[in-house]
């Protein structure tokens, strides 16, 4: 058995038993950060639930359950071998795969045109007591505390996502998450699964795109023009859904989760300059209490105070 590197909510062991090998993933009831952070176990469920309904959709996609144990928390998948490279990796490097951002676009526009308004769907993930402890809480909730002076649009925006029920949400669609060749991508990390609102997905991937640019503010147009690609292959395989309004809620929600990358629960660990995080934090607050609608608008904005550091 061999310890992989994962996120902060879980355990996941590699297994090598004969010539079989297998990822074993466990849910920690205390995630890995440093404020305290509890979530329900039976996420794994969820987690394994969203592996079975997008393998249907994009069999290539995800990995395969290989057999669980649901009251003990655990469940074991396939491992895909050594091809693979972490999308995240990757962006941090300052040198990914070119295909990932129009792959992983088409692959979550398909998995939302698919599920919207899926009744059977959306009751098997009514799960928003899960996505609040795991999202809304330490995200949106967490960062209103903090950042009191923007309060108000943070938490209208969790109340917002807590009365939406449109199609089925990753929940943690990050690069981190997202496993790559130059043929293929395989979601992972699934156990946030909810039936909420897609711009949740569409905004968090964005999210950690600009602020890989803000990593790379030497050279920042790669993950810039990123972003945009990913908007354009998830705007097209959703198709009509992907309407101004949709796109008006994921600018306004992007704006909300980069603030919480930096004053959340769980910021993100390679932005660790002061000057980073305030540049950040002032770009959020010149731009949430009126935010563009297009998010042309705001990546041009974004790329131009980069210029300024």
Same mark, same amino acid.
Request: negative net charge; charged residues 25%; proline residues 6%.
């Given at each position: 058995?061999?310890a992989?590197?994962?996120?902060?909510s879980?355990?996941?062991?590699l297994?090598e038993?004969?010539?079989?090998?297998?990822v074993?993933?466990r849910?920690l009831a205390? !995630?890995?950060?440093?404020?305290?952070?509890?979530?329900? #176990?039976?996420?794994?469920?969820?987690?394994?639930? +969203?592996?079975?309904v %997008?393998?249907a959709?994009?069999?290539?996609?995800v990995?395969?359950?290989?057999?669980?144990d649901?009251?003990?928390g655990?469940?074991?998948m396939e491992?895909l071998g050594d091809g693979f490279?972490?999308w995240?990796?990757?962006?941090?490097?300052?040198?990914?795969?070119?295909? /990932?951002?129009?792959?992983?676009?088409?692959?979550? $526009?398909?998995?939302?045109?698919?599920?919207?308004?899926?009744a059977?769907?959306?009751?098997?993930?009514? #799960?928003g *007591?899960?996505f609040?402890?795991l999202?809304i809480e330490p +995200?949106?909730?967490?960062?209103a505390?903090r950042?009191?002076?923007?309060a $108000?649009?943070?938490?209208d925006? *969790?109340?917002? !996502?807590q009365? #939406?029920a449109?199609?089925?949400?990753h929940?943690? =669609?990050s690069p981190?998450?997202i !496993? %790559?060749t130059p043929?293929?991508? %395989?979601?992972?990390?699934?156990?946030?699964g909810? =039936?909420?609102?897609?711009? =949740?997905?569409v905004a968090?991937?964005?999210?950690?795109?600009?602020?890989?640019?803000?990593?790379?503010a030497d050279a920042?147009?790669?993950?810039?023009?990123? /972003?945009?690609?990913?908007?354009?292959? +998830?705007?097209?395989?959703l198709g009509?859904?992907a309407?101004?309004?949709f796109?008006?809620? #994921?600018?306004?929600?992007?704006?909300?989760?980069?603030? *919480?990358?930096?004053?959340g629960k769980s910021?993100?660990?390679y932005?660790?300059e002061p000057?980073k995080q305030?540049?950040?934090?002032?770009f %959020?607050?010149?731009h949430?209490?009126?935010?563009?609608?297009?998010l042309?608008?705001?990546?041009a904005?974004w790329r131009?105070g980069?210029?300024?550091?």
């Amino acid at each position: 058995m061999e310890a992989l590197t994962g996120g902060v909510s879980s355990e996941i062991i590699l297994v090598e038993d004969g010539g079989q090998r297998f990822v074993v993933k466990r849910a920690l009831a205390k !995630l890995r950060v440093r404020d305290d952070w509890f979530a329900d #176990t039976g996420r794994s469920r969820v987690e394994q639930a +969203y592996l079975r309904v %997008v393998g249907a959709l994009l069999p290539s996609c995800v990995p395969r359950v290989l057999f669980a144990d649901p009251e003990a928390g655990w469940f074991a998948m396939e491992y895909l071998g050594d091809g693979f490279v972490n999308w995240k990796g990757q962006l941090l490097s300052g040198c990914a795969e070119p295909s /990932a951002p129009r792959r992983a676009g088409e692959a979550l $526009g398909v998995i939302h045109r698919e599920t919207w308004g899926d009744a059977a769907i959306e009751a098997e993930f009514a #799960t928003g *007591a899960n996505f609040h402890q795991l999202r809304i809480e330490p +995200y949106l909730e967490t960062t209103a505390r903090r950042v009191p002076d923007l309060a $108000g649009p943070l938490l209208d925006e *969790a109340a917002r !996502l807590q009365r #939406t029920a449109l199609a089925l949400v990753h929940g943690d =669609f990050s690069p981190k998450n997202i !496993l %790559v060749t130059p043929g293929r991508i %395989v979601l992972l990390d699934a156990e946030v699964g909810w =039936f909420g609102d897609p711009v =949740f997905d569409v905004a968090f991937l964005l999210n950690h795109l600009l602020l890989k640019a803000l990593l790379h503010a030497d050279a920042p147009d790669a993950m810039i023009e990123s /972003a945009g690609i990913f908007w354009t292959a +998830y705007a097209k395989a959703l198709g009509a859904k992907a309407d101004a309004a949709f796109e008006a809620r #994921t600018v306004r929600l992007l704006l909300c989760l980069m603030l *919480a990358r930096i004053h959340g629960k769980s910021p993100v660990e390679y932005l660790p300059e002061p000057l980073k995080q305030r540049c950040v934090v002032e770009f %959020v607050r010149a731009h949430l209490p009126h935010p563009p609608r297009l998010l042309a608008d705001l990546t041009a904005a974004w790329r131009e105070g980069l210029r300024q550091l």
